[in-house]
């Protein structure tokens, strides 16, 4: 059964750090992978989706990987700032078609 | 723009009432999805249904419903056979086939049992 963990649970940093948070799953047999910012009381905005066969995927001053052979993703994020102050999700659409979600790292940039 | 669209935002139930959550995307996706979310802890899945006329139950799914008459449409019921409604729902779509596409999600609506 695929199962997704992300580490840590929460992250605290004073604002201008590079920061990495880190997704990693059980069962390599994965179609996509995507990461999620969530704000407090609101939906899910994706972030990066990174296909099966794509190593990473770059938006802006986000950085997300894919080793699917250890079964890992990074998302890192550079000159981090109090605006990204958020919950980050991470999510696999497994060989059935079935969403695994991590329960999230939840950030807080310190200005 | 395309889009997911939940409603309403806020709704207050009384015990023993069901109470319906629409959820309505102009993205022309096959799957979608209905999430619970209690604070402090990840998504739960509710139902899912990658075709119109069919849906699956997910981890949780018990006093809850739900139909797909339409692509575009997955309401999702709340009945009085739920044990502890109160909570964020949250409906997602996306396309299916071998490179699945992107989850959008709706802005969520916060159910409240008074």
């Known amino acids: 059964k695929q199962e997704v963990t992300q580490i840590p649970a929460a992250l605290s940093v004073p604002e201008g750090e590079n920061l990495v948070l880190n997704c990693s799953f059980t069962?390599?047999?994965?179609?996509?992978l995507q990461w999620f910012r969530q704000d407090p009381g609101k939906g899910l905005t994706s972030l990066l989706l990174?296909?099966?066969s794509q190593r990473e995927q770059t938006s802006g001053r986000l950085n997300a990987s894919l080793d699917k052979s250890s079964g890992r993703s990074t998302l890192y994020i550079a000159a981090s700032q109090p605006g990204d102050s958020a919950t980050y999700l991470c999510?696999?659409?497994?060989?059935?078609?079935?969403?695994?979600w991590g329960a999230g790292t939840k950030l807080i940039i310190k200005p | 723009d395309g889009g997911i669209t939940q409603s309403p935002k806020y709704l207050f139930r009384k015990e023993g009432q069901n109470v319906t959550l629409s959820c309505e995307q102009n993205?022309?996706?096959?799957?979608m999805y209905w999430y619970r979310q209690d604070p402090g802890q990840g998504l739960r899945l509710i139902y899912y249904?990658?075709?119109?006329?069919?849906?699956q139950k997910g981890d949780i799914a018990e006093g809850y419903s739900v139909s797909r008459e339409k692509k575009e449409s997955f309401p999702l019921t709340v009945t009085s056979a739920q044990k502890n409604p109160t909570a964020f729902y949250l409906c997602?779509?996306?396309?299916?086939?071998?490179?699945?596409?992107?989850?959008?999600f709706g802005e969520g609506s916060r159910l409240t049992v008074l």
């Open positions: 997602a779509s996306n396309p299916l086939g071998p490179n699945t596409g992107e989850l959008f």
């Open positions: 993205l022309n996706h096959d799957a």
């Open positions: 249904s990658q075709i119109v006329n069919d849906f």
């Open positions: 069962d390599s047999a994965i179609y996509n």
């Open positions: 990174i296909q099966s």
């Open positions: 999510a696999v659409v497994d060989s059935n078609y079935q969403l695994i």
